[in-house]
């Protein structure tokens, strides 16, 4: 079975600065894909960035990049320019691919504040 | 179209009332899911279709029944919920492909408060 942890269940950052949000996880898969989503306060689910475990070439997109470690199972998300929009929970997420319909494994998540 | 949409967006309903929640995408993915989530926490899944079969049921209690029509549409039917049943109901889709898109697009969800 696969884990994920957010060992850092709340975090606030002045705007404009840059803010790092850490997740690991355990499995003992080779093949995988691990996701950021945000969930703002009006609780829709929004995907920021994700990463395949093939891929050696860190994801970024915009403002956001990730740092993964695949030998340390670490994936943790960097908010450059942080801005009043990024206030929200973020969950890193795991999955793997099954012909069942390749579910979603959610870490607990960080509330992220981001101060004026 | 590039979104899921889900109706209605807020839900009260009584213990012994009969209500269905509706997921709708036009993206032509083949796997849905409905997830649970409750205020700070993270989605938690309750079903999965695939090619609108039914894959994956994580012991949903039987007060919860979900439909797929076809490959567009998700239902999710409540009936004798428990005040603890009120939560987020979440859907989501994904293409059923082995391609870079592999991630799941979430709808904005139904709130359901059960009295």
């Known amino acids: 079975a696969q884990t994920v942890t957010q060992s850092q269940p709340e975090m606030s950052v002045q705007e404009a600065e840059t803010v790092t949000l850490s997740c690991t996880y355990d499995?003992?898969?080779?093949?995988?894909?691990l996701f950021w989503y945000k969930q703002p306060p009006s609780r829709q689910m929004i995907l920021v960035i994700r990463?395949?475990?093939?891929?050696?070439q860190n994801a970024t997109e915009n403002r956001f990049s990730v740092n993964f470690q695949k030998a340390a199972k670490s994936f943790s998300l960097k908010i450059s320019d942080s801005q009043l929009g990024d206030t929200a929970m973020y969950f890193c997420a795991f999955m793997i691919e099954e012909t069942s319909g390749s579910r979603l494994t959610f870490g607990e998540g960080t509330q992220l504040t981001v101060n004026p | 179209d590039t979104e899921v949409t889900q109706t209605p967006k807020h839900l009260v309903m009584g213990m012994t009332n009969k209500k269905s929640l509706k997921c709708e995408q036009h993206?032509?993915?083949?796997?849905m899911y409905w997830y649970k989530q409750k205020a700070k926490k993270p989605p938690e899944l309750m079903f999965v279709?695939?090619?609108?079969?039914?894959?994956i049921n994580e012991s949903v209690p039987s007060r919860f029944s979900p439909e797929c029509p076809n490959s567009s549409l998700l239902n999710l039917h409540l009936h004798a919920l428990q005040p603890e049943d009120s939560a987020l109901y979440l859907c989501?889709?994904?293409?059923?492909?082995?391609?870079?898109?592999?991630?799941?697009?979430f709808g904005p969800g139904t709130r359901l408060t059960v009295l």
């Open positions: 993206m032509g993915h083949r796997a």
């Open positions: 989501a889709s994904r293409p059923y492909s082995v391609s870079s898109y592999n991630e799941q697009f």
């Open positions: 279709y695939s090619y609108e079969k039914l894959s």
């Open positions: 990463q395949e475990a093939y891929k050696q």
């Open positions: 499995t003992s898969e080779n093949n995988y894909y």
